[in-house]
């Protein structure tokens, strides 16, 4: 199984940049790196996702390096709605199937 | 177009009742998951259908089981409640694989078992 691990918490202050890496040592060839955000008592909300090198949109940026074995969210000037949990996802790669696993997460906490 | 409609939004249940919970996916998922989120344990796999089929299990009791319908609708089931079960459960559709796709999931069903 394609475990990921992430820091289980941090803290930034708003306007500041965030840095959230996620280790994940075996991931598979054809696996995507997802990233989830999560609001309580909501459905995790789907950020961005990559497979190599760097990928923006209009929330975030993921960073990939060349081996994969770990990924980095960067959300850039953060408010107090960012305030939220965030997951970093890989496939089990072991076959078909939607069978992901979340890890704890990490709980960011935006002070003012 | 629509998200992902779980309902109802809140139960309160006995223990050792029945439970349904249903998941609308949207137009075009064939992919349903369902996880359940507890504190405690976070967000764990129960299992995923695709086509009907059920595709892929989590380490659940046999207690936990569920269905997909021929319009992807999905429903889950949890017989003989116990208090642990309360959770928040949380359905997820998705295009295909969810690794490439990326998952949308509803607001979840927020059971109470007392």
């Known amino acids: 199984l394609a475990k990921t691990t992430q820091p289980i918490s941090m803290d930034s202050y708003e306007g500041q940049e965030v840095n959230i890496t996620c280790s994940h040592n075996?991931?598979?060839?054809?696996?995507?790196i997802t990233w989830y955000q999560q609001f309580p008592s909501q459905g995790p909300r789907f950020i961005i996702q990559?497979?190599?090198t760097k990928v923006t949109n209009e929330v975030a940026s993921l960073f990939i390096p060349a081996d994969r074995k770990s990924s980095t969210l960067s959300l850039p000037r953060v408010s107090l709605s960012d305030t939220a949990v965030y997951y970093c996802?890989?496939?089990?790669?072991?076959?078909?199937?939607?069978?992901?696993?979340f890890g704890g997460g990490t709980r960011l906490m935006v002070k003012p | 177009k629509a998200g992902v409609t779980q309902t109802p939004r809140y139960l309160i249940k006995t223990r050792g009742q029945q439970v349904t919970l249903s998941c609308s996916p949207i137009?075009?998922?064939?992919?349903v998951s369902w996880y359940q989120q507890t504190p405690g344990q976070g967000l764990q796999f129960l299992f995923e259908?695709?086509?009907?089929?059920?595709?892929n299990k989590g380490n659940f009791p046999g207690r936990f089981s569920g269905r997909q319908f021929s319009n992807s609708r999905s429903e889950m089931n949890v017989s003989t409640l116990e208090l642990g079960d309360s959770a928040l459960y949380l359905c997820?559709?998705?295009?295909?694989?969810?690794?490439?796709?990326?998952?949308?999931f509803g607001s979840g069903t927020r059971l109470t078992v007392v």
């Open positions: 997820a559709s998705s295009l295909g694989d969810a690794t490439n796709y990326g998952y949308t």
């Open positions: 075996n991931i598979a060839t054809n696996d995507y």
């Open positions: 990559g497979y190599k």
């Open positions: 996802l890989v496939g089990d790669g072991e076959g078909a199937g939607n069978m992901l696993t």
């Open positions: 137009s075009g998922h064939r992919s």
């Open positions: 259908y695709f086509s009907e089929t059920q595709r």
